[in-house]
């Protein structure tokens, strides 16, 4: 007989990402829903997939402010008047999602390509050689 966990990777994962990630976490009935993505560093860019399965590219944006790359989704209820249903049960996601990765200020929006297809977004963040000036370390007074 399995034991489960109080530590179990759902519970770790969902302490990690609202600890650490600046993207609001979602939830529905069935549990968190957030997009799933992985990350890839090539020479010369950063290429990105996120999960969105059954969202239509018409639905998903993405825009570029102040260095952060933000991906929108949205999928509607179907309407059960116009389609003569009764929905019995839902446990696919329903609404707008949200995610947002920094990506530099001196990336430029024209220089990052995105593709969606067979539900899966990729983009491409080109690397920008990026060279801030060294602050000088000063003394904080502590009271």
């Known amino acids: 007989m399995l034991v489960p966990s109080l530590f179990n990777d759902h519970f770790v994962n969902d302490f990690f ?3 650490f990630d600046r993207t609001p976490s979602l939830f529905h009935a069935s549990g968190s829903t957030q997009m ?11 290429e990105m997939s996120l999960e ?13 402010k102040d260095g952060y790359l933000t991906i929108d989704a949205s999928r509607k209820e179907e309407s059960s008047e116009e389609n003569s249903f ?3 049960r839902r446990e696919r996601f329903v609404g707008q999602l949200e995610r947002t990765f920094y990506v530099g200020e001196d990336v430029k929006q024209e220089d990052i390509k995105a593709k969606f297809e067979n539900g899966v977004l990729t983009v491409q963040v080109p690397k ?5 000036e060294l602050e000088t370390a000063r003394s904080i007074a502590i009271e």
């Open 17 to 19: 990402e609202s600890a």
């Open 36 to 46: 799933a993505s992985d990350i890839k560093e090539f020479k010369d860019h950063y």
């Open 52 to 64: 969105l399965p059954g969202f239509e590219k018409e639905n998903v944006t993405a825009s570029l």
């Open 86 to 88: 009764t929905l019995i």
């Open 128 to 132: 920008v050689d990026y060279n801030p």
